[in-house]
């Protein structure tokens, strides 16, 4: 993407400025509701959720839930899991507070208007509700601060044309990668926001355009900073692996994995830095398409996973492929045991969603938004320079 002129958009919240509030021991648990449909009548309640939620529990585990009296019909607590189902009755489970694994909770403001506003993500801090994480996420610190009323403008805009809503994510952010994620403040911003993205998804599809030298026709760019395990000979590589998905222990839609019949991708890899003591490689990932955990599985396929990856190794697939739980092993809840074998939403890798430029989805000027680096990913140069500007920082200071 050519880089055009940039402006610095109206901010009304301050550069830097980092809000959120602390997680609680447990979260509020969930309810999930069903209305039977003729096609389920006459089944029994354990019929029913063993089959429609079998990724949720196993048998023995919708056994428990339904003896402990967590699911009601037609408003009535039903406890006999052999109740026979009427057509047009309402289900509710119940699914009891847990406390959730630790997470980060602050979030820092890159940039704000009252279409959009990025947040500096911390590694470790999930986006959207999903598995363990159902309150310890991105969206609910979004919720919580409209709720208090206590932002200077998150979801509170000052244009009287815009359509008030709590900012939403408008694409992925992986739980164990950090910096830039963008949200959304108005349906218009949201829709724009959604087809830059996916623009730039199906140009990769395109074999006459599939190529990172694509000028004028990219309205988004996304560069991101990693680490790399061993040593990268080329200075620059591109990687075009399809991206499909495969059955997965604990992953209930599929993990996805290089795959030749999957979807196409496009990444490009630049080497900033080798460290051969270290036996890694600091890179720079421009990415045209946006397939989850893209930059994870094409540096895992050319022979360099990310260091420190817990699921994916070389070429593009999972370190364990067997299953290890039954169908009666399950937790306290009823649910699942956590899979022994690494899930996607696993930490420890080195990768930070570093510098983001796009084409305003209703101004008409180009945004260009900085996440700082994490130490561990800055070149020598970098940290050198940013040491020397604490100390003079620090002698201004006295």
């Given at each position: 993407?050519?880089?055009?002129?940039?402006?610095?958009?109206?901010?009304?919240?301050?550069?830097?400025?980092?809000?959120?509030?602390?997680?609680?021991?447990?979260?509020?648990?969930?309810?999930?509701?069903?209305?039977?449909?003729?096609?389920?009548?006459?089944?029994?309640?354990?019929?029913?959720?063993?089959?429609?939620?079998?990724?949720?529990?196993?048998?023995?585990?919708?056994?428990?839930?339904?003896?402990?009296?967590?699911?009601?019909?037609?408003?009535?607590?039903?406890?006999?899991?052999?109740?026979?189902?009427?057509?047009?009755?309402?289900?509710?489970?119940?699914?009891?507070?847990?406390?959730?694994?630790?997470?980060?909770?602050?979030?820092?403001?890159?940039?704000?208007?009252?279409?959009?506003?990025?947040?500096?993500?911390?590694?470790?801090?999930?986006?959207?509700?999903?598995?363990?994480?159902?309150?310890?996420?991105?969206?609910?610190?979004?919720?919580?601060?409209?709720?208090?009323?206590?932002?200077?403008?998150?979801?509170?805009?000052?244009?009287?044309?815009?359509?008030?809503?709590?900012?939403?994510?408008?694409?992925?952010?992986?739980?164990?990668?950090?910096?830039?994620?963008?949200?959304?403040?108005?349906?218009?911003?949201?829709?724009?926001?959604?087809?830059?993205?996916?623009?730039?998804?199906?140009?990769?599809?395109?074999?006459?355009?599939?190529?990172?030298?694509?000028?004028?026709?990219?309205?988004?760019?996304?560069?991101?900073?990693?680490?790399?395990?061993?040593?990268?000979?080329?200075?620059?590589v591109i990687i075009k692996q399809?991206?499909?998905?495969?059955?997965?222990?604990?992953?209930?839609?599929?993990?996805?994995?290089?795959?030749?019949?999957?979807?196409?991708?496009?990444?490009?890899?630049?080497?900033?830095?080798?460290?051969?003591?270290?036996?890694?490689?600091?890179?720079?990932?421009?990415?045209?398409?946006?397939?989850?955990?893209?930059?994870?599985?094409?540096?895992?396929?050319?022979?360099?996973?990310?260091?420190?990856?817990?699921?994916?190794?070389?070429?593009?697939?999972?370190?364990?492929?067997?299953?290890?739980?039954?169908?009666?092993?399950?937790?306290?809840?009823?649910?699942?045991?956590?899979?022994?074998?690494?899930?996607?939403?696993?930490?420890?890798?080195?990768?930070?969603?570093?510098?983001?430029?796009?084409?305003?989805?209703?101004?008409?000027?180009?945004?260009?938004?900085?996440?700082?680096l994490p130490h561990v990913l800055?070149?020598?140069?970098?940290?050198?320079?940013?040491?020397?500007?604490?100390?003079?920082?620090?002698?201004?200071?006295?």
């Open positions: 993407m050519s880089k055009p002129t940039t402006e610095v958009g109206e901010e009304r919240a301050q550069t830097g400025e980092t809000f959120g509030v602390p997680w609680p021991d447990l979260n509020d648990g969930l309810t999930y509701t069903d209305t039977v449909r003729p096609s389920n009548a006459a089944s029994t309640m354990i019929e029913f959720y063993s089959t429609k939620y079998k990724n949720s529990a196993p048998l023995q585990g919708w056994l428990q839930r339904i003896r402990n009296g967590q699911i009601t019909v037609d408003g009535e607590v039903v406890k006999d899991p052999h109740t026979i189902l009427r057509a047009g009755s309402e289900l509710m489970y119940h699914r009891l507070p847990w406390k959730e694994p630790d997470a980060p909770y602050l979030l820092e403001i890159l940039y704000e208007d009252d279409d959009l506003v990025a947040f500096n993500k911390p590694s470790g801090l999930q986006v959207l509700p999903g598995g363990l994480f159902q309150q310890r996420t991105v969206l609910t610190q979004l919720q919580w601060r409209e709720c208090q009323g206590i932002s200077t403008s998150l979801g509170l805009s000052t244009n009287p044309g815009a359509q008030q809503q709590h900012p939403v994510p408008v694409h992925r952010l992986g739980r164990g990668t950090s910096g830039i994620l963008l949200c959304a403040k108005s349906k218009l911003a949201k829709s724009r926001l959604a087809a830059y993205f996916a623009e730039g998804t199906s140009v990769v599809g395109d074999n006459r355009k599939s190529n990172m030298d694509l000028g004028g026709v990219r309205r988004i760019s996304k560069v991101y900073r990693a680490l790399a395990s061993g040593i990268i000979d080329k200075d620059e399809p991206i499909g998905i495969m059955r997965y222990q604990g992953v209930a839609n599929g993990l996805y994995v290089a795959s030749s019949s999957g979807k196409p991708a496009l990444s490009k890899v630049d080497v900033l830095e080798r460290d051969i003591p270290g036996n890694c490689t600091l890179v720079q990932v421009e990415i045209q398409s946006g397939r989850p955990h893209q930059i994870r599985i094409h540096l895992s396929f050319i022979g360099h996973p990310l260091l420190g990856d817990p699921l994916y190794v070389t070429g593009g697939h999972p370190k364990c492929f067997n299953s290890e739980s039954g169908e009666n092993d399950f937790a306290q809840d009823g649910g699942y045991q956590r899979p022994i074998n690494p899930v996607p939403g696993d930490c420890g890798y080195y990768l930070h969603a570093h510098h983001l430029v796009l084409h305003h989805p209703t101004m008409k000027k180009v945004i260009e938004i900085i996440a700082p800055q070149t020598q140069k970098e940290a050198s320079q940013e040491h020397c500007a604490q100390i003079t920082g620090v002698a201004s200071v006295s």
